[in-house]
């Protein structure tokens, strides 16, 4: 349909892999900030509460708010950091894995998703932020709830959802910050509260942004990197001799997961607005339009990825999956990490793993939610 789609509700979609790079890369585009916001008439959509509180998150910051914010967290995992928390992941996945097989015992069948892909990522991010176990679930709850706002057209029900759900959010993650300030320790969160009490006199501002970013962060890594573990593992098992291929080549584990990640992106949606009149792909979009950058049809371009329906592990194909540019995810190590860890372990105490039936997802666009997969072995 070409690179650039009129939307029906307004705006483009950006279907080619090198336009939507373009977007992501170029100055002249800019994310749908607060202030773009208060230029829109649909106060219902840009209003919502949960919009707003998202508003102000990394991900809806432009220059030069965005950079100072992203210059503060510097390189999230570094090798180090990733070096430190390998031990735990793969002692996690272990456990995890344990469950697994035992459901599997039991009841002949297990629901990876539930089980093993959902688990994991609060765990190590909850870990990271030296959150307190017994919060998990509660947080995987609001998460759940909380992006239906950041769907493509939310309804009205959703948005409902979605600000109850932030509101929650506002509340433990604000309490979070307290009692880090309270009770300073040597972990990440109170190291961001040092950092921006250097940087910013204003107590109160300093604290707002530590709650941005400490619940931004928890968010954008739990239903991303759950989605990427089952997806991945769905991919290898639908593929007729993918699994014991990989087990017989453990080597090429990362090229699964990008495959997986270029195949299957957990987002598939992004947007951005143009800050000035630009030409896109030879169509000329005016100040203030939306473009909506769809990751899945980007890497699914043949001009960049030849035969793109085909899983080929081999394929050594390119894929934005983590976005691009200013904006490019934080976590896409993390990310990684896990999955190889899942993988490994997988592939060496599950030889005979099949899915029962196909995945199940949730209801959206822009956060796709593997909600089931069963398997047995
Ligand atoms: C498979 C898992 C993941 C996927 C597919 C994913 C994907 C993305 C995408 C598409 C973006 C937007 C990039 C853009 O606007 O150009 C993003 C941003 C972000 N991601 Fe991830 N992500 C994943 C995991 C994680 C994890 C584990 C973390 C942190 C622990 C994380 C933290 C972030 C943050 C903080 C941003 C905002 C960056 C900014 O706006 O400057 N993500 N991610």
Known sequence: MGDLVPAPWGGYLVTGYDACNQVLRGRTWLVPDFAWQERQTDSERWHAVATQEMSGTLSRLNAPDHTRQRHSL???FDRQTIQAMAPHIEADVAGLLDRLAERIRVDGEADLAAVVSERLPINTVGRWLDIAPEDYAHILEMTHNQVHAQELLPTKSQLAISEAATLQL???FNGLVRERRDNPGDDVISG???????????REATDRIIYQLTMFVT??????????????VWSLLRSPGSWDWLR????HIDDAIEEALRYDPPIRLNSRVAGADTVLSGVLVPKDTMVHVMYGAANHDPRRNPDPHTFDILRKGSHIAFGGGAHYCLGAGLARLEARTLLGQLLERFPTLRAVSPPEYAPRMVFHRVTSLRVAA
């Open 74 to 76: 510097g390189n999230l």
């Open 170 to 172: 506002r509340r433990y």
């Open 192 to 202: 961001w509260i040092r950092t921006w009490d250097a940087l910013e006199s204003d």
């Open 219 to 232: 968010i954008a890594s739990l239903e991303t990197t759950a989605t990427l573990l089952s997806s991945l």
């Open 248 to 251: 017989a080549r453990p080597e």
